[in-house]
C-alpha cells in the first residue's frame, strides 16, 4: 500500500510539538499530585497507578523509556548482542524511574544490538517477542535496532522502539486481555515524526492465530495516514481503531470531522472500547505545561456489519496488523491495556503524568 513517509529519520527529536529541533538537556519534571512522574528518585505514580485507582487496572504494560507503575523496578526490555547472539535485560534505574540506557550502551559497544523482549510490566506476564509468522506476512519479523531510537525524557538519556516495516512484535499467549465484548482500554505514545501509510502501525488486542479471523476480531490503536478504510481530516496521521479489515476514525469509513491530524513531536493516542461504543482519542504528549491537551476525536457507536457484539481474542501486537501485515511504520515508546473501560477523567490523569515525564526535555 506504501504511502508517504513523513520525516523518516530514526532520530527522535524533541523540542516544541513538530519543530523538529533538536533535544534539550533535560531538567526536572514537573511533579505533585497523581499525575506526577518520577525523576532520578523514581515516582509515586505511574499510568497503571492511576488505571488501578480508577477501576480498571493494567493488564500489560510496555515501555523501553520508563516505568509505568511508581513501584515497577524490574526490566523493561532486553537487548540481544549480534557479536556472539547474547541477551541482557535492561532495568529501570529505581522504582518508578527511567531505563538504564547506559548499561544497553556498555553491552553494545563495538557491535550492535536488538530490542528481543519488551517486558510487561503489569504482573501479568504479557511480555512481547518478534511476532512469529501470519496470514499477511508467511515468515517471522524482525526484531528493532535497539540504539536506532534515542530520545531523551525527564533529563534522562533512554531509548524508544524504532520500528521501520518488516519489524513487529507479539505475544499470543496472554492472561487478563479482553476477550469477545469485554471492555477495555489502551494508549501507547507514539510519534507524528515518523509513519506511513501502509497496514498497519497498531499496539492492542488482536487474532490469537496470525490470521484475519472477520469483522470484530480485534481493538487496537492505529497511527498513521492509511486512507484505504476510513479517515480523519486533512492529510493525517490519525489516531484510528482497528477492528479488524478495517481502520476506523468513527462509526463508519466515511471521513470523520472530529478526527484530526496529530503531528506534534510525540503524540498520545488511545482507544477505549465498550460494550456497543468506543471512543478515539488523542494529543501532544509534549506539551510545555501539564494541560491535558487530550480530544476526543470520536466516541460513539461501533460500525455494523460485525462489529456489535465483539469477538475479541486477546493476542497483543505492536507495529503490526492482525494477521502480520508488517507495511507500516512507526516509533513506539509506551503503551498499556486495561481490564474495563476507563473514564474521561482517568484518561485525562494518564495524560498529565505522560506530559510530566518529560518527552523530549
Known amino acids: 500500500m506504501g504511502g508517504t513517509d513523513a520525516t523518516g529519520a ?13 533535544l534539550g538537556s533535560g531538567g526536572t519534571i514537573g511533579g505533585g499530585g497523581s499525575g506526577g512522574a518520577g525523576g532520578a528518585g523514581g515516582s509515586t505514580s505511574g499510568p ?5 485507582s480508577g477501576n480498571t487496572p493494567c493488564v500489560a504494560a510496555h515501555s523501553t523509556v520508563r516505568a509505568l507503575t511508581g513501584a515497577y523496578g524490574g526490566n523493561l526490555y532486553q537487548v540481544r548482542r549480534a557479536s556472539d547472539n547474547t541477551t541482557k535485560d535492561i532495568a529501570a534505574l529505581v522504582p518508578g524511574g527511567f531505563a538504564d540506557a547506559a548499561a544497553q550502551d556498555a553491552f553494545c559497544a563495538g557491535t550492535s544490538c536488538t530490542i528481543s523482549v519488551i517486558y510487561d510490566q503489569s504482573g501479568k506476564g504479557n511480555h512481547l517477542t518478534k511476532a512469529p509468522a501470519g496470514g499477511a506476512k508467511n515468515t517471522p519479523d524482525n526484531e528493532a535496532v535497539a540504539n536506532a531510537l534515542k530520545l531523551t525524557v525527564g533529563g534522562h538519556t533512554v531509548y524508544g522502539v524504532h520500528i521501520p516495516a518488516g519489524v513487529g512484535y507479539r505475544n499470543d499467549k496472554t492472561s487478563g486481555i479482553a476477550v469477545k465484548d469485554q471492555p477495555e482500554s489502551m494508549y501507547m505514545v507514539t510519534s507524528g515524526n515518523f509513519y506511513n501509510a501502509g497496514c498497519c502501525f497498531d499496539y492492542g488486542n488482536a487474532e490469537m492465530n496470525n490470521l484475519d479471523n472477520g469483522n470484530g476480531t480485534m481493538e487496537a490503536i492505529y497511527f498513521g495516514n492509511c486512507t484505504n478504510w476510513g479517515k480523519g481530516t486533512g492529510t493525517g496521521p490519525w489516531v484510528m481503531a482497528d477492528l479488524e479489515n478495517g481502520l476506523f476514525a ?4 466515511g471521513p470523520t470531522s472530529t478526527n484530526t491530524p496529530l503531528t506534534s513531536a510525540y503524540v498520545t493516542a488511545m482507544v477505549i472500547g465498550n460494550s456497543g461504543s468506543f ?5 501532544n504528549s509534549q506539551s510545555g505545561t501539564l ?11 461501533r460500525p455494523a456489519s460485525g462489529y456489535n457484539p465483539m469477538k475479541k481474542e486477546g493476542a497483543i501486537i505492536l507495529g503490526i496488523g492482525g494477521d502480520n501485515s508488517n507495511a507500516a511504520q512507526g516509533n513506539f515508546f509506551e503503551g498499556c491495556m486495561t481490564s474495563g473501560a476507563s473514564s ?4 485525562a490523569a494518564v495524560q498529565a503524568n505522560i506530559v510530566a515525564a518529560g518527552y523530549g526535555r
Open 291 to 301: 494541560t491535558t491537551n487530550l480530544t476526543t476525536m470520536y466516541s460513539g457507536a
Open 10 to 22: 530514526p532520530q527522535q527529536t524533541g523540542g516544541a510539538a513538530g519543530t523538529g529541533t533538536a
Open 344 to 347: 474521561d477523567a482517568t484518561d
Open 250 to 253: 468513527g462509526k463508519d469509513f
Open 48 to 52: 497503571c497507578d492511576i488505571y488501578a
Open 279 to 283: 471512543a478515539i482519542k488523542g494529543g
